[in-house]
Nanobody
């Protein structure tokens, strides 16, 4: 099993920045691809960004391209999501996910492990 713990969420004004972190523990050899997803009230969960096991391949949803950056530190077993130029529509619970697949995936069904989520609220 892999345990994922997110941190770094909070309340920020529009235009501000936050950095989310997700620390993996347990059987981290199963935490190859990593991703960030989010779910806003009344909406379906959507992919935000994903990263391959070695960090060489990344994916971003169109809505966050140019504003968010995903990265990872495999020594620390941690993945990050740097969020800049935040907008009120970025408000959601953000979830970290991990899967055994080496390449990046945008499909939430291909992720095996999920964190509890961290709330991000962007005020206008």
């Amino acid at each position: 099993q892999v345990q994922l713990k997110e941190s770094g969420g909070g309340l920020v004004q529009a235009g501000g920045s936050l950095r989310l972190s997700c620390a993996a523990s347990g059987r981290t050899s199963r935490a190859n691809m990593m991703g960030w997803f989010r779910q806003a009230p009344g909406k379906e969960r959507e992919v935000v960004a994903g990263i391959s096991w070695n960090g060489e391949s990344t994916y971003y949803a169109d809505s966050v391209k140019g504003r968010f950056t995903i990265s990872r530190d495999n020594v620390k077993n941690t993945v990050y999501l740097q969020m800049n130029s935040l907008k009120p529509e970025d408000t959601a619970v953000y979830y970290c996910a991990a899967g055994a697949r080496l390449s990046v995936s945008i499909r939430d069904g291909e992720y095996d492990y999920w964190g509890q989520g961290t709330q991000v609220t962007v005020s206008s």
